[in-house]
């Protein structure tokens, strides 16, 4: 399953050129229109050119040409309006058991440069049917792909860019913007959006009054 996302990348360089540097960053181009949520074997995140899902855990792509549980606005997560054009991801965190956490994953359209600063901005909500709410959604940048053969986290506790390590994403109703700037180490090609904290130290907030907290369902749209 997954989350819908929205992205906006700018590139501020040392002599003010501004260059967006994610490919298809609002998820509008497709190979195939999403038929269904995503499951072992069937990725249709793929179908989002340009992005997949770097790990076993299931990634969701959403877009208005689907009437069904893979549509927009409506859909098997709840309902949310693009926040821009007809298209969007989506991703489970769920601390479980079964632990299961999704990433979205794609190649940047050339590497960063090495002592550039770097603005990379993204919107996330949280949808309907979901538990819990938590921070710390954020943006990893690697000179090499990730790549995971389980649905475990991928632990990073400090990834350039992150949502206010104070404040829920708890917002079911409007799209939450997560910005920010970081100096390049250079040669990174690749990003990673999700879920990066300490899982040993989980903070959340109950959105569901009958959820279980023996089992931590979470889903955002980006």
């Known amino acids: 399953m997954n989350k819908n996302l929205f992205i906006l990348f700018i590139f501020i360089s040392n002599i003010g050129l501004a ?31 340009g992005w997949y899902s770097p790990t076993y855990a299931t990634s969701d792509y959403y877009n208005a040409c ?3 549980t893979a ?16 298209a969007y991801t989506g991703i489970v965190i769920e601390f479980g058991p079964p632990h299961w956490y999704e990433y979205i994953q794609s190649k940047l359209t050339s590497p960063l440069r090495q002592g550039y600063k770097y603005r990379f901005s993204f919107f996330v909500n949280l949808a309907n049917n979901t538990d819990f709410a938590v921070k710390k959604i954020g943006a990893w940048f690697t000179e090499n792909q990730i790549s995971s053969s389980n649905a475990l986290p991928l632990f990073n506790d400090f990834p350039e860019i992150s949502s206010d390590t104070n404040v829920f994403l708890s917002d079911t109703l409007s799209w939450t913007k997560i910005e920010g700037e970081f100096i390049a180490d250079g040669n990174e090609e690749y990003i990673t959006i999700g879920y990066y904290s300490d899982t040993n130290y989980i903070d959340t907030l109950r959105i569901n009054p009958f959820a279980s907290s023996a089992s931590f369902f979470i889903y955002y749209y980006i």
């Open 71 to 86: 549509g927009v606005p409506a859909n098997g997560l709840g309902f949310q309006t693009a926040k821009d054009g007809n």
């Open 19 to 49: 260059q967006n540097l994610i490919p298809n960053p609002s998820f509008e181009v497709y190979d195939t229109c999403p038929t269904t949520l995503s499951s072992p074997g069937d990725y249709q995140i793929n179908h989002a050119l």
């Open 66 to 68: 689907n009437l069904s």
